[in-house]
């Protein structure tokens, strides 16, 4: 007989333990399973995060983003996490017409101040200002009308500097900040809206390898730019640049088959070399109601060359004119239609802000470089600037990613975390997205490493949960099967409990023993039973309670059982069992020495 190699054994273990242990109790990642949930939004407060998000609907209407409001969880251990519902709907504002996008929430003055974007009744992007008396809500309408009014005024970040000044950065394609008042319901009119430069050394320039690409080019202005797809699916970039060979101030066009590169320059010199001027000339290309071509440019006077359908050549015979004037208007109107185009965003800044402060260092986390997004960081000794570039801290998400995402950050109980999202939940996608976290340490100069997006997620819990005290049933580690809902009188509780499903609570400590479990359930079926396991979901069982018909399905009764005799700390799992159909409803349990 043979005797197999060490690493051969290894091998075959591995592997027999990747097949008996459920992927599910390994998992942390996404750390929301009961609804579709993206955009994080942490806050830290009293010892405990409370984790807003928006909510993506289970049914996507006109295949967009279908969300109509705000919900909260919260936790102390970074594991385990409390349902708290929705806090707040678009209907709140009475003023709003939907689209409940990413918001962040913050506390002062002993209220807290949830700033939310929506699109209004009239029309147009807004942010509001909602405001309650708990982290929890419910939140009420602070204003009575917008806060913020504008193209692409949406996703907005709040930020309390150490000397007490409250700022709100927000936008897409464009970035805004406003300083708030101490009342956190109005900005300084004097600073006003201001709105920051997106500037290479801020941003970075989104196309790839822009300042490679023509070898004849002394530099490039990459922010006068044009990324622009033809009729034949390629990408063509038209950039300002200096000529080495003249000096002078020209016009280059490389093709490429994505909207961010990297290109290559095919005629290996510039396109035009005419009326270039000086200043931002703003290299744009347009289309006529024919699908004719047209490449314009100009500071104090506009000119333009009738493209040929190669997108790299022009009309010689037509040549480089000024506009005409009876033709300005047309020119001027197309020219404006480009200035919020996906294709003239030439930073890799996208949208999604998130602003905080680590020692004496601002950093602006934020979704970057075009869709799909990855995530990108600049920092700044000041919470206004300037920002210079940090780099890239996730990668495109490939595997279960969504096509955005969203960066928030907290420092919590001396640890670090990124909270993002992607799509990689059952049934999950673009428009089906959910909230992932990722411990990490900051680089010793400051700097923010990648960060690799996992499964596993958080593993080590900042604290252990107290068994002995009333904990909700909607506290979840991982879960499958179950969902959340809420009612005015009892909160939030768990339903849809079927035959298999199972609940997931981790670092359960038990200290010296637990002999008795309780917990408040309801029906009006004839019940099921919750089977206690310890460690996994068919682990060592502690007891197992019978639930039976309490005459209702919001009749709640606290029924218990005995426990075998459990010590020190331990991952629980509910598993639920019985027979067809929901089997009961499931508010709070406990253990009883």
Not at 342 to 363: D, I, M, Q, V
Request: charged share 20%.
């Amino acid at each position: 007989m043979k005797t197999l190699k060490y690493e051969n054994v290894v091998v075959i273990v591995l592997t027999l333990l990747a097949i008996i242990i459920p992927t599910s109790g390994m998992s942390q990642n996404p750390v929301i399973q009961t609804n579709f949930v993206a955009d994080p939004a942490p806050m830290v407060h009293d010892g405990t995060v409370y984790l807003y998000t928006t909510h993506d609907e289970d049914k996507t209407i006109n295949n967009f983003f279908t969300m109509n409001d705000w919900r909260c969880y919260s936790s102390k251990d970074m594991v385990n996490w409390t349902d708290h519902g929705a806090v707040f709907s678009y209907t709140g504002f009475t003023w709003s017409r939907g689209d409940a996008w990413a918001g962040q929430c913050i506390y002062r003055n002993g209220k807290y101040y949830f700033y939310v974007p929506v699109n209004q009744k009239n029309g147009g992007n807004a942010i509001g200002v909602a405001v309650s008396d708990s982290p929890t809500g419910p939140f009420r309408d602070a204003l009575g009308s917008p806060l913020l009014v504008g193209y692409g005024y949406i996703d907005p970040t709040v930020f309390i500097d150490d000397a007490g000044q409250a700022y709100l950065y927000w936008g897409n394609p464009h970035l805004y900040y406003v300083k708030l008042n101490k009342d956190m319901i109005s900005y300084d009119q004097k600073v006003g809206i201001v709105k920051v430069p997106l500037t290479e050394e801020g941003f970075k320039l989104r196309i790839i390898n822009a300042h490679k690409t023509y070898s004849w080019a002394k530099s490039i202005d990459g922010l006068a730019s044009h990324s622009i797809k033809g009729v034949d699916n390629k990408y063509y970039w038209y950039v300002s640049a200096i000529d080495k060979s003249t000096n002078k101030k020209v016009i280059g066009v490389a093709v490429g088959d994505k909207a961010i590169g990297p290109f290559v320059d095919l005629l290996g010199k510039p396109l035009i070399t005419e009326n270039c001027g000086q200043g931002n000339i703003n290299p744009t290309v347009i289309v006529d109601n024919d699908k004719q071509s047209y490449l314009t440019w100009g500071d104090k006077e506009l000119w333009y060359a009738k493209l040929n359908s190669n997108m790299i050549s022009y009309d010689l015979n037509a040549g480089i004119n000024p506009i005409p004037s009876d033709k300005k208007d047309w020119f001027a109107s197309k020219i404006k239609e480009t200035k919020n185009a996906t294709e003239k965003r030439a930073t890799t800044y996208e949208e999604g802000p998130w602003l905080f402060k680590r020692n004496s260092k601002y950093y602006l986390l934020y979704p970057a470089g075009g869709v799909p997004e990855h995530l990108a960081y600049s920092t700044s000794t000041s919470p206004t600037g300037p920002w210079v570039y940090g780099d890239t801290i996730m990668q495109v998400i490939k595997e279960g990613g969504a096509f955005t995402n969203h960066p928030g950050y907290i420092n919590f109980k001396g640890k670090s975390y990124l909270f993002y999202h992607n799509g990689a939940l059952k049934g999950g996608g673009g428009f089906k997205r959910s909230v992932c976290i990722e411990p990490f340490n900051f680089n010793i100069d400051g700097t923010i490493p990648l960060i690799i997006p996992t499964k596993k997620g958080v593993i080590e819990s900042v604290s252990n949960l107290n068994p002995f005290k009333r904990v909700e049933a909607e506290t979840i580690a991982w879960e499958e099967g179950v969902e959340t809902t809420k009612d005015s009188k009892n909160g939030v509780y768990v339903t849809d409990i079927n035959n298999g499903d199972y609940i997931k609570v981790r670092s359960v400590d038990f200290g010296t023993g637990a002999k008795i479990f309780e917990a408040s359930v309801a029906t009006n079926s004839l019940g099921g039973k919750i089977e206690i396991h310890v460690d996994s979901r068919d682990g060592r069982l502690l007891g197992v309670l019978e639930v039976k018909n309490t005459e209702g399905v919001l009749n709640w009764k606290t029924i218990s059982c005995k426990v075998n005799k459990i010590k020190e700390i331990h991952d629980v799992f509910f598993v639920f069992k019985g027979g067809n159909g929901n089997l009961f409803n499931f508010d709070w349990w406990r253990f009883l020495k």
